[in-house]
C-alpha cells in the first residue's frame, strides 16, 4: 500500500477555506485516494474519494494532479464542528474487503 | 441513512476476563470489518469477514480474538482473556462489494 505523508495538524478561523495536502509519491496505478473524518470519540466517517482530477461532493473537494503523487483535500467555509482529525487513504479502488490503513491524519482546529 | 451500531458504547472489565463486542452492520452489506484505536494513536485494522469466515486479519488478531456472526443481523468480537493492552476503541464498520466502509460509533473497553 501507498505511504501517505500529511500535516500533523492546521488551524483555521471559522468561515475559512482549509486546504489539506497529502503526498503519496509511489502511489499504484490502480489506487483510489480516500478521505476520512473522525471526530472525538467517534468512529471515522468517509468524505470523499478520487482517482484524478477533481471530484465535489456536498461535504468537500478533493483535487489531484496529474502524476497522482499527491492531493489536496479542500473544505470550504469550515465551522467549528468541522474541527476533526482527516486521514487520507490510498489504495485500490472502493474497498470492497481491502482493509483500511490508516496513518496519523490531519488534525484541523478551527477557532471562532 | 443506514448505520451501523454498537454496543455496548463502553465496557469496563477485569484482566483476564472475556469480553464480547456487539455490532449490528448496514442491513444490506456483505462486508465486515473490526478495527481498534488505542487512545492517542492510529485506527489499526484487525479482521475482515466475509461469506461466514474471516477474509484477513492482522498481527493484533490473535488466539485471544475471535469474531462470529451469530445470525442474520449481529457481528461480533470475542476476546477470551483480556489483557491491560486490549484497552481501545473498537469500531465495526461494513461495506457493500463496491463501496467504502461505513463504521459505527465504536465501543470503549478499558481493562483494569
Known amino acids: 500500500l501507498a505511504k501517505t505523508t500529511q500535516p500533523i495538524s492546521m488551524d483555521s478561523y471559522e468561515g475559512q477555506e482549509v486546504n489539506i495536502t497529502c503526498s503519496h509519491n509511489?502511489?499504484?496505478?490502480?489506487?483510489?485516494i480516500t478521505w476520512y473524518q473522525q471526530f472525538p470519540s467517534q468512529g471515522p466517517r468517509f468524505i470523499i474519494q478520487?482517482?484524478?482530477t477533481k471530484v465535489t461532493n456536498e461535504v468537500a473537494s478533493l483535487f489531484i494532479p496529474a502524476d497522482r503523487k499527491s492531493s489536496t483535500l479542500s473544505l470550504p467555509r469550515v465551522s467549528l464542528s468541522d474541527t476533526a482529525v482527516y486521514y487520507c487513504l490510498v489504495g485500490p479502488g472502493m474497498s470492497g474487503n481491502t482493509p483500511l490503513v490508516f496513518g496519523k491524519g490531519t488534525r484541523l482546529s478551527v477557532i471562532a | 441513512e443506514p448505520e451501523v451500531t454498537q454496543t455496548p458504547s463502553h465496557q469496563v472489565t477485569q484482566m483476564g476476563q472475556e469480553v464480547i463486542l456487539r455490532c449490528v452492520p448496514i442491513s444490506n452489506h456483505l462486508y465486515f470489518y473490526w478495527y481498534r484505536q488505542i487512545l492517542g494513536q492510529k485506527v489499526e485494522f484487525l479482521v475482515s469477514?466475509?461469506?461466514?469466515?474471516?477474509?484477513?486479519k492482522s498481527e493484533i488478531f490473535d488466539d485471544q480474538f475471535s469474531v462470529e456472526r451469530p445470525d442474520g443481523s449481529n457481528f461480533t468480537l470475542k476476546i477470551r482473556s483480556t489483557k491491560l493492552e486490549d484497552s481501545a476503541m473498537y469500531f465495526c464498520?461494513?461495506?457493500?462489494?463496491?463501496?467504502?466502509?461505513?463504521f459505527g460509533p465504536g465501543t470503549r473497553l478499558l481493562v483494569l
Open positions: 469477514f466475509y461469506n461466514n469466515e474471516i477474509s484477513e
Open positions: 464498520a461494513s461495506s457493500d462489494v463496491q463501496e467504502t466502509q461505513y
Open positions: 509511489n502511489i499504484a496505478t490502480n489506487d483510489y
Open positions: 478520487g482517482y484524478k
